[in-house]
């Protein structure tokens, strides 16, 4: 049959705009899938099944975050994950939070995949604990670590009560129920009750420093007295292993462990992110000031300087 011009002119009209919204299309999911690997951090090579170098990335206070223990699970679990570096900018935490990330990180390393500690500028109390998970510790010149202890902080509030005229009572199974308290005045049981278990969880972290620096106990306590070390005293002190950053780490692993320098690299860092500094400080001023009874606070390795 045949066409008139109008009809020809209207089907070639009507194919150009179905090129249109075909590229359209095409651009649009093209976007799209682009947008996904960036958020998720994926390239080519690792959707491919490449294997690949993990980063893992601690900074900032340090806490009990399962977001953190998954990520590093998921290393642990995956074949593809030929090592993991460790990027530490920390001034330590809660004891149980160092606690969690070093018992992961060493798992990751009884899983065959060598785990490299890399302190930047600070990696203190419970980040020296979570450095020293890695089968390699490296830090800088000027970087500050080390501040090896435990502190349990409370606030005596009972005289400026006083002074506004507030009177508090506490009805209690046992006297050292609840102690030590900013409710009442501390006395001799409760200070010896906190020391003790200030002291058991001190003696833990010494004997890891100790098993994991290979040192005697004598000269993991001479270490342990809560000061800070600069990169250069901690490589004297044993408590690192050489000066360098992430690249140097790169190099070992693949100078003594087999892993290619040309292997991509990952970054891990969960989604869910610690609260800084000054978000554990207000945190910390608040259960001071306010009688919170109904979350029980755990021990700290934090260095703070006055």
């Not at 359209?24 to 690792?46: D, M, R």
């Not at 699970?73 to 990330?101: H, K, M, W, Y």
């Not at 050292?176 to 001190?202: C, F, I």
């Amino acid at each position: 049959m045949v066409q008139d011009a109008d009809t020809i002119l209207d089907r070639r009209r009507i194919k150009r705009r179905l090129s249109w919204w075909r590229a359209a299309a095409i651009v649009a999911a093209a976007a799209l899938v682009l947008g996904v690997l960036s958020e998720f951090k994926l390239t080519p090579s690792l959707l491919l099944g490449r294997d690949y170098v993990a980063r893992l990335t601690i900074s900032g206070v340090i806490v009990d975050n399962p977001a953190i223990t998954d990520a590093i699970a998921a290393v642990a679990e995956d074949n593809r994950a030929r090592a993991l570096i460790v990027l530490i900018d920390s001034p330590g935490g809660t004891t149980t939070g160092g606690e969690v990330i070093f018992r992961e990180l060493r798992r990751v390393s009884d899983a065959g995949k060598p785990v490299v500690s890399v302190v930047s500028t600070l990696g203190a109390s419970a980040g020296y604990l979570v450095a020293m998970a890695g089968d390699r510790i490296y830090a800088l010149e000027s970087s500050l670590t080390g501040s090896i202890g435990v502190l349990m902080e409370t606030a005596e509030l009972t005289g400026l009560l006083e002074k506004i005229g507030v009177k508090t009572d506490t009805i209690k199974s046992t006297p050292l129920k609840g102690t030590p308290s900013p409710m009442e005045p501390l006395t001799p049981g409760s200070r010896a009750a906190a020391q003790a278990v200030v002291d058991d969880t001190y003696n833990w972290f010494v004997d890891i420093l100790a098993a994991r620096r290979g040192l005697t106990r004598t000269e993991a306590l001479a270490l342990a007295d809560g000061r800070v070390f600069t990169g250069r005293q901690a490589l004297a002190s044993q408590l690192i292993d050489a000066i360098g950053s992430e690249r140097e780490a790169g190099k070992w692993l693949a100078e003594t462990r087999g892993v290619s320098p040309d292997l991509p690299t990952r970054d891990i860092d969960p989604p869910l992110q610690t609260p800084g500094f000054l978000d554990l400080l207000v945190g910390l001023s608040k259960k001071a000031l306010v009688y919170e009874r109904l979350r029980l606070d755990g021990l700290i390795s934090v260095w703070h300087p006055q």
